[in-house]
């Protein structure tokens, strides 16, 4: 139970990053629960932390 609960968490970690990358809103969050809210605005910030420093254009 633990390795899918991860997975999951990691996969909109992922998704998050990937939708910061592409210059989406932190609006655009698909997830509901807190947890997965959590890591996919974790990923979004991480992404857009990335973007200004310079490392994706």
Known sequence: ?????RDRLDRA????YQAGLSGK??????YQSIEAKSEWLGG??????????????
């Open 1 to 5: 139970m633990r390795r899918q609960k």
């Open 13 to 16: 970690h992922a998704n998050g």
């Open 25 to 30: 809103s932190r609006d655009n969050c698909p």
């Open 44 to 57: 979004w910030r991480a992404a857009m932390n990335d973007r200004n420093m310079g490392l994706f254009k």
